[in-house]
């Protein structure tokens, strides 16, 4: 099992406008809403192909109730932790003229010792199952910043391979307890290591940086160029196929599915990160926040061009 656990989830609504104009009115010709948060994204990835997961998840109020009956529809099992504040809603301007998407996204509810040890208490319960864990997204208001590391530390405690997506003080925090797996952008890279990453050598340095700090596996995304990947055993550069981009929402998450799926299914580094970088390729040619669908993976996995690093 592909467990997941998202402890800031959100209701994405992405609005596109044909010309975004500031303190104007703007004319919405088309809304897309679906369930967010990274590791929610995951799951819902993992479903589409074919591989079993679970969603852990914080949910609450009406927003709250979208993301259950959203998550029901597609299939999706879940196992989620009902809070007393209403789910966040995060909002992307997409516009049309330019291709640029402006989000703007709230913190979240805020969540006390309580609700933490009952989220610790549904992981527990899948421990039996579970063979890698998802940790994603950022940290609602009121979890500590080594929320995911303490997680970490108990599940590979239990035997349980994690991937850790996440950025700021969640993210420096997570990886002092070694996660099998973080896969940061290249802006998250720089915020980490406070310094420029901007070259495939900058890169390959910074994600064998990390690996040196105790990381499994370090998977550096960087859009359209693709991402690397390093490891003890070697690096790995996978380059997508050229595809038409209609929404780039929701790309991170569906190449960390490939990734959890690649680990779920004990393949090799360079094996999952061809699968990963397919789905997040498959997610961009779907509009708005709807992600990959798996005959579209299958597609592009063959023009994935993955190549050892020296």
Known sequence: MIV?????????????VQRLQLGETNRIHETDIDPGGKGLNVGRAVKRLGRPAVVIAFVGGETGQFI????????????????EEPTRVNISVL??????????????????????????????EWLPEAVVAVLGGSLPPGAPADTYARLIESLRANDVRTILDTSGAALAEGIKARPHMIK???REARELLGRTIETDEDVLQA?????????????LSMGRRGAI???PEGAWKAVPPEVTTDSTIGAGDSMVAGLAIGVYEHSSLAEGLALGTAA???????PGTELCRAEDVQALLPRVKVERLQ
Not at 207 to 219: I, K, P, Q, Y
């Open 4 to 16: 997941t656990v998202t402890l800031n989830p959100a209701v994405d609504e992405t609005l596109t």
């Open 68 to 83: 259950r009956n959203r998550l029901e529809r597609e299939n999706v099992e879940t196992d989620l932790v009902e809070i």
């Open 95 to 124: 516009d049309e003229s330019t291709g640029i998407q402006t989000n703007l996204h709230h913190d979240g509810p805020t969540v006390g010792p309580a609700d933490l040890h009952a989220v610790e208490a549904k992981i527990e």
């Open 184 to 186: 940061p952008n290249l």
């Open 207 to 219: 994600a064998r940086e990390l690996v040196d700090r105790g990381v499994g596996a370090v998977v």
């Open 229 to 231: 990947a390093a490891s």
């Open 280 to 286: 997040a390729a498959a997610t961009v040619t779907t």
